[in-house]
């Protein structure tokens, strides 16, 4: 009796013990589910790959999510969350845009960070290399965009010591440039501070 019931507790403490280390899943989509039933050319949607990513978040777990990108750049998104998790940079949650039916703003307005997006840019019509999934869009409250008197999200603050902001230095934008990548938060037209793209033609 006594030992039962000692066995039964190791097993509660085990519980408890392996519940710590689960990562709270924020996206768990199959392919189709992230491509969300928009009509997408079948020569983007067989370049496009659904990558499982951890990251702690703000609340001090880990979290597990997806990122939808090219297959070009599946090695450089999963170097770039590696990363982040050992340098315990947070990432609110990275769930595909068809979370939000396709929506964009939907998406920033939730802080989310996200790859491939079927829109173009910003405030243009020029085509996005988020349509190509060679762009990502890193935590846009603490990160917004910046056109003319415009902000995106409205909400957004931008404080560079605040954890989760990119800066020149941050270890994220140093990766990604190493790796090729543009950082958008110096651009001229709209200064993007969430935005980092890898223009693969
Ligand atoms: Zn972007």
């Given at each position: 009796m006594i030992r039962s019931g000692l066995a039964l507790v190791l097993i509660l403490v085990g519980l408890a013990f392996a519940s710590e280390f689960e990562p709270i899943v924020d996206s768990r989509m199959n392919f189709e589910e992230a491509l969300g039933g928009q009509i997408i050319p079948d020569s983007i949607q067989l370049e496009l790959r659904l990558v499982t990513v951890q990251y702690w978040s703000f609340d001090g777990h880990i979290h597990e999510g997806q990122i939808l990108c090219s297959r070009l750049v599946v090695n450089d998104v999963e170097d770039l969350f590696e990363l982040l998790k050992r340098t315990h940079f947070p990432i609110r949650s990275a769930i595909p845009i068809s979370r939000w039916y396709g929506s964009d703003?939907?998406?920033?307005?939730?802080?989310?960070?996200?790859?491939?997006?079927?829109?173009?840019?910003?405030?243009?019509?020029?085509?996005?290399?988020?349509?190509?999934?060679?762009?990502?869009?890193?935590?846009?409250?603490?990160?917004?965009?910046?056109?003319?008197?415009?902000?995106?999200?409205?909400?957004?603050?931008?404080?560079?010591?605040?954890?989760?902001?990119?800066s020149d230095n941050s270890p994220v934008v140093r990766l990604l440039r190493s790796r090729g990548w543009k950082w958008g938060a110096h651009w001229r037209r709209v200064q993007d501070w969430q935005h980092m793209e890898k223009q693969i033609r």
């Open positions: 703003s939907a998406s920033m307005a939730n802080d989310n960070t996200s790859g491939f997006a079927w829109r173009t840019m910003w405030g243009s019509d020029t085509p996005s290399w988020h349509m190509k999934g060679l762009a990502i869009d890193f935590n846009p409250r603490e990160n917004p965009a910046f056109h003319h008197s415009r902000r995106s999200p409205p909400d957004g603050t931008l404080d560079p010591k605040a954890p989760g902001t990119l």
